[in-house]
């Protein structure tokens, strides 16, 4: 599941664009709690990144579904989590704010699954 690996890079390389970009393009241009918005979108977005290679890893060991439904699960996360963060802060439309609620949800169910997987997979 070569997907779950590219996920994982394209939102690492992303998640640290952005960071960059909030930090030196849009500190002083937003206010701090839109800025601090953006910059936990950064970091959900950047830890989920890393939660998805490792979940690439661990696919390769045990080829569970349950795996492959956690990063899809993580990666719609990221989408709609940190991307109605984003846009919540840069162009300050408020509707987005009901979306992130989603995001965290396919969160949960994504490390939910991955739960789910670590009791059913092989024993050692």
Known sequence: MKWILAL???YGMTG???GAFAA?????RLSEPLLSAFQTAVQYQLWHALAL???FVLYRQQPLALIKWSALSMGVGVLLFSGS???LAVTGIKWFGPVTPIGG???ILGW???LIAALKGESA
């Not at 030196?24 to 002083?28: A, E, I, P, Q, V």
Request: aromatic letters at 14%.
């Open 85 to 87: 963060l984003y846009l």
């Open 53 to 55: 290679v490792l979940l």
């Open 112 to 114: 939910l699954l991955l």
């Open 105 to 107: 949800v396919a969160f």
């Open 24 to 28: 030196h393009g849009l500190k002083g």
């Open 16 to 18: 640290v664009m952005l």
């Open 8 to 10: 994982g890079a394209f």
